[in-house]
């Protein structure tokens, strides 16, 4: 116990040294070195250390089955010249694209509702919004393939309405389709959050006031709730698409013969041991993901003065 009272006292010390610390020197660029250090730290050990590793092993030739000393840019056109690399690429962005889509059609009206109605019904979507979160990935992507293979529940539930022969029934698994019923499931959370907190701040009064002016649903959405929820909005296509992007587990496990760019790379590092052209072609993902964040976030700037870089 009072080992215990001991610990607690020197932790409020502690705590207090710093909090004066950064209160004296909180203005200077001293302080402001100090606060930052520790997380550039991190994101220069665990990112940026680690991309520029990656970079260097792409540049070396890859001889008989071996690395070897020396620059080459072959990798890099082998990536981006070659058919089914390219093929590969594309469908990647492709697949990104359309599961950003879908859950921000099906994320927004989420969000509002979850914000909008409260109570007990918007506890209830943020659970069932919530939960699978806490399911590890490698079970949600498995239970997936159960629901969607030729005897699971969604082809049968199909073919029980009608709306599908049963002589030959959909192939929903190995496939595109397999690919993106499962990423935008897994995705979905990561687009309703971000709204969920900027909905927060929207009153619900400028609605009413756009109503009263004559304004029906759809002129709402978008003269008034799409605008303020753009920063949220933007938070979560990009968090989707960059992560959907990256994504292995789900299109490795339902996507069969059907490869997408991070599971070539998993595999021409452990199949064929080739680390510089794997290496290359992890380089061509991170660069399109910064890409695509600066560009977008270049667009938002120029449409409405949110976010930039």
């Known amino acids: ?8 006292r020197s932790f409020d010390a502690v705590n207090e040294r710093v909090s004066s610390v950064v209160r004296k020197y909180g203005d200077s660029w001293v302080g402001k070195l100090l606060l930052i250090g520790p997380a550039f730290l991190v994101v220069l050990g665990l990112i940026v250390f680690p991309t520029f590793i990656l970079l260097s092993y792409s540049l070396n030739p890859f001889v008989q089955g071996s690395v070897q000393p020396g620059v080459t840019l072959v990798h890099y056109t082998k990536a981006f010249l070659t058919p089914l ?9 492709k697949i990104a694209a359309i599961v950003t889509v879908i859950d921000f059609v099906l994320g927004f009206p989420l969000a509002y509702a979850a914000v909008r109605k ?12 919530l939960a699978p979160l806490t399911i590890d990935l490698v079970v949600r992507s498995f239970g997936w393939f159960v ?8 082809v049968t539930t199909l073919q ?22 499962g990423l935008v499931h897994v995705m979905l959370p990561f687009m309703v959050f971000p709204i969920i907190n900027v909905m927060h701040t929207i009153p619900y009064s400028l609605e009413e006031a756009a109503q009263n002016l004559g304004a029906n649903r759809l002129t709402v959405f978008t003269r008034v709730l799409f605008p303020l929820a753009l920063p949220g909005i933007s938070a979560g296509v990009l968090i989707t698409f960059v992560v959907s ?24 590092f452990t199949s064929t041991s080739n680390w510089p052209f794997a290496s290359a072609l992890s380089i061509v993902l991170v660069a ?16 409405s003065g949110v976010g930039g870089v």
């Open 1 to 8: 116990m009072a080992s215990s009272s001991y610990s607690s």
């Open 85 to 93: 690399y390219q093929t590969i690429l594309f469908r990647t962005l």
């Open 118 to 129: 409260g109570g007990l019904t918007g506890k209830l979507i943020v659970i069932a919004t």
């Open 147 to 154: 629901l969607l293979n030729g005897s699971g529940v969604v």
């Open 160 to 181: 029980w309405l009608g709306l599908v022969s049963q002589q030959s029934p959909p192939k929903l698994l190995f496939n595109e389709i397999g690919i993106i019923v």
């Open 245 to 268: 992007l990256a994504s292995y587990v789900t299109p490795a496990m339902l996507g069969g013969g059907v490869k997408v760019l991070p599971v070539v790379i998993t595999n021409t």
């Open 288 to 303: 399109i993901a910064l890409l695509v964040i600066v560009g977008y976030q270049r667009a938002l700037k120029r449409m």
